[in-house]
């Protein structure tokens, strides 16, 4: 079994940055995908960032603000937040696939709140 343990998350002000980071525990045999989505109050969850293989994938609202990076020693995947918007607040959540084939895995998420 999995777990994936998000942190960074916050209140910040517009323009400003944070860096999220997502630890997995339990046993990582291979990757095939790794990354963020978020979930903002009364929309449904949403791709913002995701590695699979060794290709990044990138919403298009995020791109040029966004960063998303994976240390593989620790298997640790990061998101470099700038530029920050109202509207990227949210709820973000990691999420990790063994196989295109095999179940998700998702953190308990953290919560981005960006003031105006």
């Known amino acids: 079994q999995v777990q994936l343990v998000e942190s960074g998350g916050g209140l910040v002000q517009r323009g400003g940055s944070l860096r999220l980071s997502c630890v997995p525990s339990g046993t990582i045999f291979s990757i095939y995908k790794m990354g963020w989505y978020r979930q903002a109050p009364g929309k449904e969850r949403e791709l913002v960032a995701v590695i699979i293989g060794g290709n990044t994938n990138y919403a298009d609202s995020v791109k040029g603000r966004f960063t998303i990076s994976r240390d593989n020693a620790k298997n640790t995947v990061y998101l470099e937040m700038n530029s920050l918007k109202p509207e990227d607040t949210a709820v973000y959540y990691c999420?990790?696939?063994?196989?295109?084939?095999?179940?998700?895995?998702w953190g308990q998420g953290t919560q981005v709140t960006v003031s105006s």
């Open positions: 999420n990790y696939k063994r196989a295109i084939w095999s179940t998700d895995y």
